[in-house]
Nanobody, 122 residues
């Protein structure tokens, strides 16, 4: 299984970025997909998750209303649209696959990507 993130970069506060995660080696629609992030000196934290059929979605309180997770099962890809970015959103963002979005939300993951850096300047 391979999860490959892309789309990170440097953006000013208030700006937007869209992250992508391309998956291979698994039956994509059978897995919940999620995003996590880890800021310097902090633990990795849950950001968002979506079920295989895209019917169930969870967000952390810190990104609710600003970030949107979506998936295209035909392309084996999950996305994270990030709007109204803040300096505190600066982190390495990781894609993850798991059994259910409820489990991903608790950090129960099966596979991880390598991460992509997002830096928000003030």
């Amino acid at each position: 299984v391979q999860l490959v993130e892309s789309g990170g970069g440097l953006v000013q506060a208030g700006g937007s970025l869209r992250l992508s995660c391309a998956a291979s080696g698994l039956t994509f629609g059978n897995y919940a997909m999620g995003w996590f992030r880890q800021a310097p000196g902090k633990e990795r934290e849950f950001v968002a998750a979506k079920s295989g059929g895209a019917t169930i979605t969870y967000y952390s309180d810190s990104v609710q209303g600003r970030f949107t997770i979506s998936r295209d099962n035909a392309k084996n890809t999950v996305y994270l649209q990030m709007n109204s970015l803040k300096p505190e959103d600066t982190a390495v963002y990781y894609c993850a696959a798991g059994r259910a979005p409820s489990k991903l939300r608790l950090g129960d993951t099966m596979y991880w990507g390598q991460g992509t850096q997002v830096t928000v300047s003030s």
